[in-house]
């Protein structure tokens, strides 16, 4: 299948703690349309836009709770296929930024979880998968399916934009 | 970058950085998370949990391999669990295999689809 790319061009994220529910337009999210679709998460990256020294601690983590309803994304966000002739999907994936709950980060140890903190005073950071050691999302079950983009506890955020490049299969 | 590696870069070149607590809480080098700095490094997944934690190079202490995964890297959380002699070797993989033949039998872990699928238009 072809790869697709899930942006968000700008927001503050809030410093949350795990198991609270994380507030809308502060985060991306992202869950399989289906209980047998399966992700790879190939990319992640974070930006700055903040206009003062911010220091993000985000983390990209699974979903301990996933969230209800989710809301449709919406311009200036945006996920597509990185190639136009990407055929649609018969489940197409469940990316959001907004949520009537949103979803809860893991706080459990053996529940992965990759910390990218930054300062979104002009820093950025990106982390690229090997191929075969991407981050998996299969089917709905939380703990081992959605996952979100998030700031942890800590830190005084700032504005930043950020992008996930995720294949489903 | 190895194969197997994956591959994480801090870019700090245009900005003052991250403090030194706050980098070693990522699990980054604080010498190279400062003003100015750019942090690089490879990443190594584990096979049976999907964590991804930041390789540190002077590490000496051996990094757990599982054999029963084609010698994958395995994290210390897993690696601990994995010697337990009530173990039960479950990689990632298997773990997919198994939610994914439970889906197709009707049977969803976790949330219910509802939840996920009903989306809104705002």
Known sequence: MARRIFQAASYTPTATADASALANATYQSIAAGSATQVFRVKEIQCGGQATASAVNIMMFARNLTAATTPTALAAPNGDGPMSGATAALAAPPVTYTAAATGPQRTNTALTARLNLSFNAFGGIVKWFANLGEEWEIIGTSVSVAPSSLSAFTGGNVGLMGSHIIYEPL | ?122
């Open chain 2, 1 to 122: 970058m190895k194969q197997r590696e994956g591959y994480l870069i801090v870019d700090h070149s245009a900005s003052p950085g991250l403090p030194e607590d706050i980098a070693r809480q990522a699990g980054y080098d604080p010498k190279h998370c400062g003003e100015g700095k750019t942090f690089e490094a490879a990443t190594l997944t584990c096979a049976h949990c999907k964590i991804v934690s930041v390789k540190n190079p002077l590490r000496t202490r051996e990094r757990v391999k599982c054999a029963k995964c084609a010698g994958r890297y395995i994290c210390d959380l897993c690696a601990i669990d994995a010697q337990s002699p009530t173990y039960l070797h479950l990689p990632f993989e298997k773990l997919a295999d198994i939610t994914l033949d439970l889906a197709e039998k009707g049977v969803v872990l976790g949330s219910p689809q509802e939840l996920l699928s009903s989306k809104i238009i705002t």
